[in-house]
């Protein structure tokens, strides 16, 4: 259990340190936390608004924060280049992450195609009914991604470092409030990237 939580520690240690530079990056973070823990509590209550607030608050809000605002540039704080960090970053690095949210968009267009998709559901009655297919499908992806790059980080590394991975997936929301809850306020005071790394740094 020791070695689980050690191992977790570094996995969350690194994606801050490594990702998480920009006060604009960790305020939007700091929105998709909070959007990914009311899509928690629906999934107990409507599975399909779950998965609408999980992918079109809380996943949008976040990857934006990664494309558009964190520096891609030579990492002085941390010596590493960009290419280095997505090279070694164990979960969803940009191009794997270009891929997942490709598969996103395409599901509505899928199913506006072919409601059936292939005859493997009942065809949506309406709008109401096509929206709550999207959402389900949105979940299936959310569930089919998470499930993918798990168990694929246990057979090209080991079952602790997926697992490990799965965990710090699940309670990234809790970590990245207690991470990230004064980021805005930094940001309104005009601190565009958080002076901690240039301190480690130094």
């Known amino acids: 259990m020791n070695s ?6 570094v996995q969350r240690q690194d994606d ?5 530079h920009s006060r604009i990056n960790q305020s939007l973070h700091l929105v998709s936390a909070v959007s990914f823990l009311a899509a928690y509590a629906l999934l107990f209550i409507d599975p399909v608004a779950a998965a609408h607030v999980g992918w079109l608050v809380a996943m949008t809000t976040r990857q934006a ?4 605002f964190e520096p891609k540039g030579f990492d002085h704080i941390n010596n590493a280049t960009h290419e280095y960090k997505e090279q070694i ?6 191009n794997r992450k270009v891929v997942l949210l490709a598969v996103w968009v395409l599901a509505p267009v899928a199913l506006y195609a072919d409601p059936s998709l292939l005859g ?3 065809p949506a009655a309406g709008v ?5 297919d999207v959402g389900l499908a949105w979940l299936a992806l959310g569930v089919g991604g998470l499930l993918f790059r798990t168990l694929h980080l246990m057979l090209i590394r080991d079952a602790q470092t997926g697992l490990v991975w799965c965990a710090k ?7 990245d409030i207690r991470l990230y809850h004064r980021s805005p306020l930094h940001l309104l005071r005009g601190e565009t990237i958080d002076p901690a790394f240039f301190r480690r740094a130094g």
């Open 169 to 175: 997936i699940l309670t990234d929301p809790f970590n």
């Open 4 to 9: 689980f939580l050690e191992a977790l520690a």
């Open 65 to 68: 924060g990664h494309f558009f």
């Open 128 to 132: 109401r009914g096509f929206v709550d």
């Open 120 to 122: 493997l559901i009942e």
């Open 16 to 20: 801050h340190r490594y990702y998480h």
């Open 89 to 94: 970053k164990v979960g969803y690095n940009l």
